[in-house]
Structures are given as structure tokens and as C-alpha cells.
């Protein structure tokens, strides 16, 4: 038996691209995108959707459970689902349904972090062009020597003074929690960083989680604006014709 789930919180109220499961890109909605990427790649995978509409686009792929629409956050729809489920695995993925584009090693990786002891463990890659590096929407993040997390910001960081020292690094934002950690975040208070940035992930730090972070080359690229779905679709295109 697994001692991990993969959950996708899907949320059919997105302000920047509204109806965003089911934008359709190269011939599917971008939730079955998804999960049939993961399940190709041999997880089990449970979906946490706020509409029924969503819901019957991926049922036949994996099991589903129906969250309030008014939950702030994919972490707390994460944690809404399990804790309906009633049962639930040590360790737990959250992988957004935004996020098409699934590699099984990098979520082996997550795990095996959270099986040696991490307590949340994530990925970024390598920031490669200027523009992303400014785009406030590519949120990025820096590291301490042992690869935890120091901090997530929606700004240019490190800002490099007398030149780069290390390569910036974008946040890519899939997450493994430790099941308990998960519950724990998710009923904590949000924190006055996370309000300031809109980035979830700094409540951990403010309240003293520690995030692993795994390095990956491989190509990710998510869903929050037109732009990005119609990179999204391009490359799907390319990859699945």
C-alpha cells in the first residue's frame, strides 16, 4: 500500500482566468490535462473540485470529492478532501490543477524528502530569462546551504547586487506534506508575509515549517493567465499531437 496520496484541488472561481479546470486546450479541458498525466505515470490520484461541472470531467479517471466553493485556498481544499475521505496516507501530494505537465521522479523525489524527515517539500527550477525573473507572477524562491527554503517572493530574488553568485530560482508550486503538517497549516491563521506577497507558503515559514526544496530541470508551466494557456497549449500539442 502507497503512503502517499496525490490530491488536485481544482477551483472553478479563478479571478485571473475564470473557469479555468475547463478551459479547453488541444482538445481536452485542462483538469483532465491533469489527471490523466498523473495517472499515466501510475499515481493514485483523488481530486478535491468546488462544482460538480468539474467533477464529471475527470470522475472516470480518478475519485472525487466535492469542497465548498468559498475554501481560500488548494491546500485547504487538500485538506477538506481527506479529511471527508476519512482516511488518509503519512504524506500527502498536492499538485495544482493548474499544472498539465507531470514527471514521476520529481514527485518521488518529494516523497522520498518527506521519508527522510522533511516535514513539506516542493520543487523549483532554474531561472533561464530576464523576463521571468521580473514577472511578478513567477514566483521565486531562495535557499539556504542544505536546499530549505529562506524565502518565496513575487519579486527579483536574490537582487544581484554585484552580479549572480547562485542561479535564481523559479518556484514550482507542487507540494508533499507531511499529512499532520498539511492539517495543522491549513488550520492556522493567515500570517502577515502571506497576506503581503498573496503567497500561501510563507505562512509555513512564519510559523516555523521548514520547506525542502528539490531542484528539477523538467518543464513546468501553469495556468493562471491567456498567455499562459496558450503556451501551455502549444507545448501540449507538441508532446501529445
Request: charged share 30%; proline share 7%.
Amino acid at each position: 500500500m502507497e503512503d502517499f496520496l496525490v490530491v488536485v484541488p481544482a477551483r472553478l472561481g479563478s479571478t485571473r482566468l475564470p473557469n479555468k479546470p475547463l478551459k479547453v486546450l488541444a482538445g481536452k479541458p485542462l483538469i483532465r490535462w491533469v489527471v490523466e498525466n498523473l495517472v499515466r505515470e501510475g499515481f493514485k490520484v483523488l481530486v478535491a473540485a468546488d462544482s460538480q461541472k468539474v467533477a464529471e470531467v475527470v470522475r472516470d479517471l480518478a475519485e472525487v470529492i466535492l469542497t465548498p466553493p468559498e475554501l481560500p485556498s488548494g491546500s485547504d481544499r487538500v485538506a477538506y478532501a481527506l479529511r471527508k475521505r476519512g482516511f488518509f496516507p503519512p504524506f500527502v501530494v498536492n499538485y495544482q490543477g493548474d499544472e498539465p505537465f507531470v514527471y514521476r521522479e520529481d514527485l518521488e523525489r518529494l516523497v522520498k524528502a518527506l521519508r527522510e524527515g522533511a516535514e513539506v517539500a516542493t520543487l523549483a527550477t532554474p531561472i533561464a530569462d530576464e523576463e521571468t525573473f521580473r514577472d511578478p507572477n513567477a514566483v521565486k524562491v531562495v535557499l539556504d546551504q542544505r536546499d530549505f527554503a529562506l524565502y518565496f517572493s513575487r519579486s527579483p530574488i536574490p537582487y544581484p547586487r554585484s552580479g549572480f553568485f547562485t542561479s535564481p530560482l523559479k518556484h514550482v508550486g507542487v507540494y508533499a506534506f507531511r499529512t499532520e503538517v498539511l492539517f495543522k497549516f491549513t488550520e492556522a491563521d493567515p500570517t502577515p508575509l502571506e497576506r503581503t506577497e498573496g503567497l500561501e507558503q510563507l505562512r509555513l515559514l512564519e510559523n516555523g515549517y521548514r520547506i525542502r526544496v528539490i531542484l528539477t530541470e523538467n518543464y513546468y508551466r501553469g495556468v493562471d493567465t491567456e498567455a499562459d494557456a496558450r503556451e501551455v497549449e502549444r507545448v501540449l500539442k507538441k508532446l501529445y499531437g
